[in-house]
């Protein structure tokens, strides 16, 4: 949400978090909420082509386990723990080093088709993703605020994850539902720890760009706030313009009446699956005015706002982020140890959480107590 509500909501939010009590662990990635005050939620787009490792890249790098461009074979041995798909002939190469350069590393990740996830342990100036036998390296962001989360502070547990300063829970436990979760309890819900709940209030066709309500959406509302539960609802966008992103806001709006919400109202923009999706080729201008046109119109209703999206979305659509810093963000990604530096509010790390009262898999989330909405 914007930084210029600030005021009327850090009052609401003290009294929200001295009453919260963290009944059980959370979900992935996490940070400390008082340096994520106004930064966005998040967003994604163009798909640049794929590179070879060391093409077109810095020698400098900001990684604590890099140093003048060395990484220690035992951090390399420690972090594989963390990592079942690292294959024991790359351990075996590498053993009996002291260290290996990033270039060589980078080289060794190709012949091994190491995870990216664990490549990206050890490189944090670039995104690390992977297509098919390349990857992609894409520059972090130079301009856009970063986050100071410390992932030493992640806590794993079976199916979820905390975030912990000095032995304390720093963040609240939520989950996102729609008509795919089918009947939810959420009394059992509640029961089971969860803190807020971000339902599905509708969505536009993504061939015909038809706007629908979600079939679940008042019953889920409605149960949510009836046991106790912090509500927000999430728009899934398929506008490809300004305009249409403005007509899915008031829709939401109108959709809200009789309705107070503890959390946002969130523009869920995501990329194009295949070819049939309307939103296919969509740049990065129009992603960044139609985040700002759907946020503006929700704030200008009286409802706080913000915007959704993965991290490989956000990171291949260069510059959305510094462009939309004046915007919160709510970030998925399905990594051990998230890599996303820039500002974030809430963490998606799971699309496979169990939850007392949900028959089928939930998307897990982690707010992050520093986090003041405004």
């Not at 930064?39 to 890099?66: D, F």
């Not at 075996?92 to 664990?118: C, K, N, P, W």
């Not at 129009?286 to 706080?304: H, I, L």
Request: hydrophobic residues 40%; glycine residues 6%.
């Amino acid at each position: 949400m914007k930084k210029r509500g600030a005021a009327r909501i850090r009052a609401e939010l003290a009294a929200l978090l001295a009453a919260v009590i963290i009944l059980c662990p959370l979900a992935t990635g996490a940070g400390r909420l008082e340096d994520l005050t106004g930064a966005p939620y998040v967003v994604e787009g163009q798909t640049p082509q794929p590179l070879q490792p060391s093409q077109s890249k810095p020698a400098g790098r900001l990684n604590s386990l890099v140093t003048d461009g060395k990484i220690k074979v035992s951090d390399l041995e420690k972090v594989a723990e963390d990592y079942s798909s690292v294959p024991d002939k790359f351990l075996q190469q590498i053993q009996g080093r002291d260290t290996i350069t990033v270039e060589r590393f980078e080289e060794y990740a190709l012949e091994h088709m190491l995870s990216s996830q664990y490549v990206q342990r050890f490189i944090d100036d670039y995104f690390v993703f992977k297509q098919g036998n390349k990857y992609q390296y894409l520059p972090v962001e130079k301009n856009a605020p970063k986050h100071s989360y410390d992932w030493d502070n992640l806590v794993h547990y079976s199916r979820e994850k905390d975030y912990q300063v000095n032995g304390s829970s720093r963040v609240l436990k939520g989950i996102d539902v729609s008509v795919f979760q089918g009947n939810i309890n959420w009394n059992s819900v509640k029961a089971d720890g969860v803190d807020f709940a971000f339902i599905r209030l509708g969505y536009r066709g993504y061939t015909n760009g038809a706007i629908k309500v979600d079939s679940n959406f008042h019953k889920n509302i409605q149960g949510a706030q009836a046991a106790g539960i912090k509500v927000g609802v999430y728009f899934y966008s398929q506008a490809v313009s300004r305009a249409e992103a403005i007509e899915e806001a008031q829709f939401c709006i109108d959709e809200l009446r009789g309705y107070s919400l503890e959390m946002p109202v969130v523009f869920d923009l995501e990329g194009a699956q295949n070819s049939q999706y309307r939103t296919r080729g969509m740049t990065t201008q129009t992603a960044v005015r139609m985040v700002e046109a759907f946020c503006d119109t929700v704030e200008n209703a009286g409802y706080r706002s913000m915007y959704y999206s993965y991290a490989k979305f956000l990171a291949e659509h260069e510059g959305m982020v510094a462009q939309l810093k004046d915007y919160d963000l709510w970030m998925a990604m399905y990594y051990r140890v998230p890599f996303f530096p820039y500002n974030f509010q809430i963490w998606q790390y799971s699309a496979s959480g169990k939850v007392a009262g949900i028959a089928k898999e939930v998307d897990l989330n982690m707010l992050f107590l520093d986090y003041v909405p405004n």
